[in-house]
Every structure is written in C-alpha cells, then in structure tokens.
C-alpha cells in the first residue's frame, strides 16, 4: 500500500496479513472529511494494524501520533512502517510512539497521564462490537478536549448512537461496507 496525501505521499509501507486494512480511496475520504490540516495536531491511532491512517496523518503534518497494536507483529510492522518513511526528525519535528497495548486499556492509561489528543481515530476488528465499546471508554476516561474529534471506521451494520454521554456524532459516511462515523465534544453539555 502507499500514503495517498502530504509530503510522504507515494511512499510504499507494509501491510499485516490477516487484518483488514484502510484502503486508499477510504484513507483519503476520511482525511477529506476532517477538511483540515494535520500540521501541528496530535493524532492517536487506536486497533492501528498496520498504522496506515496514522502514517497518513504523520504525512500530513500531525506533531505527534500515537499507535496503539494489541498483536506484537503488526506493531513491529508498524515500527517498520514508520521506518519506511525516511523521517528527517530534525526537520519534521515529530513525535511518533508505537505501543503494543490493548486499546481500551491503553485509554484508561493515557487518562491517568493526563495525555490529550486532537484527534482520536478508532478502528476496531469489525463484527464484536468494539466501536461502541471503545465510545464508552472514551466517554468515561478524558483524553480528549472541547476542540477534539473521535473517528470511528466500523461496519455499516454495526450502528453507533446519535450521542452518548458528552460526544455527539455530527457526521457519517459510507463507502462500501465501511462507515466513518465523527464525533466531537458536545458543547451545550459544557458548564
């Protein structure tokens, strides 16, 4: 597979077998959605696989990004992916970890940090229910500001709520199967 956007566009990365990766056309759907630049956001990248959205947003400007792998080889294919990029960290300036963690777990950890992110992008195995899991997670653990978006990548069949707790959705859209559902903050719930 290949980054589809930003300077690192055109660059090959490697792909896990037995996952289900974010295909080129979804990838640059989902950065067309946010409409906005990654230049100087931190970017989490949960279920990660082979990191192909975090790669993307690190392409795309992002300061920091985050991937979270619970399998120890797709996070070495990951850390080899990044590795791919060539990344000049004298110029780019960018933070990049790779954690081989359970993701649920790994937000609950971030919350007692007090580690935030601008965006947070949840790609969970699909068919186990996963994304409304990891909805309530986040609900529950603050790692996010007024200012943030949750994106979620889930089967079209799996239906995420209009709102839950303080996030609200404020935009889907399909492609195929896969649905991205975003979320932000729900300002009227802010005292």
């Known amino acids: 597979m290949k980054i589809i956007g930003g300077q690192y566009k055109g660059r090959n990365?490697?792909?896990?077998?037995?996952?289900?990766?974010?295909?080129?056309?979804?990838?640059?759907?989902?950065?067309?959605?946010?409409g906005q630049d990654m230049e100087g956001l931190s970017f989490l990248d949960l279920f990660a696989g082979s990191g192909s959205v975090g790669l993307e947003a690190i392409s795309r400007g992002a300061k920091e990004v985050v991937f979270v792998e619970k399998d120890p080889k797709n996070a070495e294919i990951i850390t080899q992916n990044v590795g791919l990029l060539r990344i000049d960290h004298q110029k780019v300036r960018v933070k990049i970890e790779v954690l081989t963690k359970d993701a649920l777990a790994s937000i609950k950890e971030f919350a007692r940090q007090g580690r935030v992110f601008d965006i947070v992008f949840i790609d969970p195995p699909y068919g186990r229910g996963l994304a409304k899991k990891a909805l309530k997670t986040l609900d529950a653990h603050v790692i996010v500001h007024p200012n943030s978006y949750l994106i979620f990548q889930h089967e079209q069949d799996e239906i995420l709520p209009e709102s839950l707790g303080r996030f609200l959705a404020f935009r889907r859209k399909s492609y195929g199967r896969t649905c991205f559902s975003l979320y932000h903050i729900n300002n009227k719930n802010i005292i």
């Open 13 to 34: 990365f490697y792909m896990p077998a037995g996952i289900r990766p974010t295909q080129n056309l979804a990838r640059k759907a989902l950065f067309d959605l946010l």
